[in-house]
C-alpha cells in the first residue's frame, strides 16, 4: 500500500493546478447545483424547521469564527509560526467547509431567502451587495485550493520555492471580503429588515 501512496502523493504534487481545477470545479457545480435546482431535495433527510431556520444564524457565527482563524493564520505566519498557520488555515478551510455544507442543505431544501426590506434597497444595495459577496465566493475557490494542495503535497520550506504565499494571501484576502460580505447580507436578511 506504501508504493501506491506515494505515486499518488508524486501525483498530486505534479498535477496541483489540475487537482485545483477539478476540486474548483465540483465545489462550484454543487453551488450552481443547489442554486439552480438539480439537486432533488428528496435525495436529503430534512431536518425540522428549527433546525433550517437556525442555520442562517449558525453560519454567520461559522463565518465570523473564520475570519478570526484567517486573521490569526496570516498573524501566525508573518511571525514564521508554520506550525499555528497551518491550524489556523486547516480551521478556516474546515470551517468553510461547514458553512457550506449547512448553506447548500438548506438551499436546497428551503430555497433562498426573500429580502425583506424595501423595493429600493432591495434593488441599489442588498442586490448589489450580494453580486460582490457572490462574484468573491467564487473567486476566492481556485485560489483556496491551490494554495492548500501546495502545502499537502509539499514540505513547508519547498513551500518557499512555489507560489503558496503569493496564492495564499490572494486566497486569504478574498476569503476574508467574502465571509465579510456574507455576514453583511445575513444582517440584511435576518437583523435590519
Avoid at 54 to 77: E, F, V
Avoid at 88 to 94: A, E, K, P, R
Avoid at 104 to 125: K, N
Wanted: aromatic content about 12%; proline content about 5%.
Amino acid at each position: 500500500m506504501a508504493p501506491v501512496r506515494s505515486l499518488m502523493s508524486e501525483w498530486a504534487r505534479e498535477n496541483v493546478p489540475a487537482l485545483t481545477a477539478l476540486l474548483s470545479a465540483v465545489a462550484l457545480a454543487l453551488v450552481f447545483g443547489a442554486v439552480g435546482g438539480a439537486i432533488p431535495s428528496g435525495l436529503l433527510p430534512r431536518a425540522s424547521d428549527g433546525v433550517l431556520a437556525a442555520i442562517p444564524h449558525l453560519n454567520a457565527a461559522i463565518s465570523a469564527t473564520a475570519i478570526a482563524t484567517i486573521l490569526l493564520g496570516w498573524r501566525a505566519i508573518s511571525r514564521g509560526n508554520v506550525r499555528r498557520h497551518k491550524a489556523f488555515m486547516l480551521t478556516s478551510f474546515g470551517l468553510f467547509a461547514a458553512f457550506l455544507a449547512g448553506y447548500l442543505y438548506r438551499l436546497i431544501l428551503v430555497g433562498t431567502a426573500e429580502f425583506p426590506g424595501p423595493e429600493l434597497v432591495y434593488s441599489y444595495v442588498y442586490l448589489p451587495f450580494l453580486a460582490v459577496h457572490i462574484l468573491l465566493a467564487i473567486v476566492c475557490v481556485p485560489f483556496v485550493f491551490y494554495a492548500l494542495l501546495l502545502a499537502a503535497t509539499r514540505p513547508y520550506r519547498e513551500l518557499y520555492h512555489t507560489r503558496h504565499a503569493q496564492i495564499g494571501s490572494v486566497a486569504a484576502a478574498l476569503w476574508l471580503i467574502s465571509f465579510t460580505m456574507g455576514i453583511g447580507v445575513y444582517l440584511m436578511l435576518y437583523h435590519l429588515y
